[in-house]
């Protein structure tokens, strides 16, 4: 059972758009911080974008201006909002929330299982 599931992938063309989504599955009762990440073939893992519930919200230099991290509290969903798309921006993207699941007595992160986005130019 994935306690992160992630949708909204896909093939763009240079300077499109694509909205992620991160949902909680039921065994999940709350998010107290969540973060979009990407990794491209060679490459490390970087952090693309988070927030916490008090709605700090930090980017990476490279998305900023063009990435919009954003959370529904309601549906334990959290969003990523991708405009202007770049080539570079091709990559897997992961959904990581430090979550408390129901059930549980401590909030522990969850990954989603990586959507693949691509950009054409």
């Known amino acids: 059972q994935a306690m992160l599931e992630e949708s909204g992938g896909g093939l763009v063309q240079f300077g499109g758009s694509l909205r992620l989504s991160c949902a909680a599955s039921?065994?999940?009762?709350?998010?107290?911080?969540a973060a979009w990440y990407r990794q491209a073939p060679g490459n490390q893992r970087e952090l693309v974008a988070s927030?916490?519930?008090?709605?700090?919200?930090e980017y990476g230099d490279s998305v900023k201006g063009r990435f919009t991290i954003s959370r529904d509290n309601t549906k334990n969903t959290v969003y990523l909002q991708m405009n202007n798309l770049k080539p570079e921006d091709t990559a897997v993207y992961y959904c990581?929330?430090?979550?408390?699941?129901?059930?549980?007595?401590?909030?522990?992160?969850?990954w989603g299982q990586g959507p693949q986005v691509t950009v054409s130019s």
């Open positions: 990581n929330a430090d979550a408390l699941p129901y059930g549980g007595d401590s909030y522990r992160p969850y």
């Open positions: 039921g065994y999940i009762r709350d998010i107290k911080s």
């Open positions: 927030n916490t519930r008090g709605e700090t919200r």
